[in-house]
């Protein structure tokens, strides 16, 4: 069953200071965080991804500028990719709060545009394309070959999957229950999964070689199922609270824009 029609499952997009480097920055407006920083931060703790460097620590290139992968090591390496619609981003970047950090004095400005911004959902514009229609959009060109903004946004997203490297693919949601709910682990990856399936599978038959993993946060982990050639299998499921990054960014962020996402990640609202 899709994630959006299980009910009793909420899901909500990562606040913008998570995903969007440029949503909290210094005084010279740099950035200071990338969601590839927490993402190394977190995949450095998991057992599962030390299996497969031999122990070694992923660390980020010392440059980018040749296509370098987000997290080497001598023996495997990955790259990252966001699976939100382009539509989606622009949105949550214009109608979020943005911070700027000058040593310990933190000023917010308000987003750039008030009311509600459309979209292209990209989970949901991939769960309704066929097999054929998404083999047609793996090689389209996106301002010729797509009949809409929900094929564009698809055809984006498959150019993603052309990297020819592992990639960790992360689905920046948060997946939660309420009050004393509980839905099983597996059926929550089987749901997220199954939007991502035809196109992992088209991945896989014709760029075969490389890993594909999906990742999301529910119950205070980075949850991480791997692509399999029969479905999906769990990978990993890492703590937040591994990753120094991310309780940054929960600590100077969340409290401007979804306070809930506070407890969702074991962070006291309150400074202590």
């Known amino acids: 069953m899709p994630i959006d029609e299980v009910s009793e499952l909420k899901i909500d997009v990562l606040p913008a200071g998570f995903i969007i480097k440029d949503v ?40 980018e500028a040749h296509g370098e992968a987000d997290a080497i090591s001598s023996t495997y390496c990955l790259d990252f990719k966001l699976a939100a619609g382009q539509s989606l981003m622009h949105a949550l970047r214009e109608t979020s709060w943005r911070m700027i950090v000058n040593g310990g004095v933190t000023y917010t400005t308000t987003s750039r545009r008030e009311g509600p911004m459309r979209g292209v959902i990209l989970y949901v514009a991939l769960r309704q394309q066929s097999v054929s229609n998404l083999r047609k959009l793996w090689d389209a060109d996106t301002k010729q070959d797509c ?33 004393d ?13 199954s939007d991502f399936a035809k196109a992992l599978d088209l991945r896989s038959a014709l760029n075969p070689g490389f890993d594909s993993y999906l990742a999301f ?22 703590p937040l609270t591994s990753s120094k990054t991310f309780k940054e960014i929960a600590w100077r962020y969340v409290p401007c824009t979804q306070g809930w996402l506070n407890e969702l990640v074991g962070i006291p609202t309150a400074r202590v």
């Open 217 to 238: 946060i529910k119950d205070q982990h980075l949850v991480i199922v791997e692509s399999c050639q029969d479905g999906w299998s769990l990978f990993d499921r890492i």
């Open 181 to 193: 709910l509980n839905y099983p682990l597996y059926n929550v990856c089987d749901a997220v999964y």
């Open 24 to 63: 909290i920055g210094n005084s010279e407006r740099k950035p200071l965080y990338n969601y590839e920083d927490w993402l190394r931060e977190l995949i450095n703790e998991s057992p599962a991804f030390m299996t497969k460097t031999g122990g070694a620590r992923l660390e980020a290139p010392d440059q």
């Open 147 to 179: 009949a809409d903004d929900i094929e564009r946004e698809v055809a984006r997203f498959l150019k993603l999957l052309h990297t020819r490297k592992n990639l960790l693919i992360l689905f920046p949601y948060v997946l939660y229950t309420e009050g």
